[in-house]
């Protein structure tokens, strides 16, 4: 019985050691097939100027620089300016051994020419969150 209780007891190897996700290991589709659908939470939750909605996949830290206020202005700003995002083909994927960055031509409904958009993808606390983001 000693035996079966000290067997419980242990944690499987995997858990002895606290394993960092390396992005350099991953392939470029495998970062697009994370980013893209957390990027058009963003790009949706910004048109519809949905803070909550836009922040969610956000570190912290970014959480702590797009504020409610800020947000509602950017927001306004650019769909004045430049109208609504459009097409997003991927450009590039930049793997880091703790990140990945993400380029992609970026379109709108009304202003003519490309922009680029890009997103700083991190693995924290078991999840895929956003770092850094800007469309330019």
Known sequence: MAQVSASRNKKPAFA??????????????????????????LMDASTQIDHARHVCDFTGRLKAIVTPDYFQ???????????????????????RPDSAAILWKQHFTQAPGEFVAEMVLVHRDGRYLVDHVMVF
């Not at 002895?16 to 939470?41: G, H, V, W």
């Not at 202005?73 to 793997?95: D, M, N, S, W």
């Open 16 to 41: 002895l050691k606290d394993m960092t996700l390396n992005f350099e290991t991953m392939s470029e589709q495998q970062i697009l097939a994370i980013a893209d659908p957390i990027m058009d939470n």
């Open 73 to 95: 202005c950017v927001c306004q700003q650019y769909q004045t300016e430049k109208g609504y995002f459009a097409t997003r083909p991927p450009i590039a994927v930049l793997h």
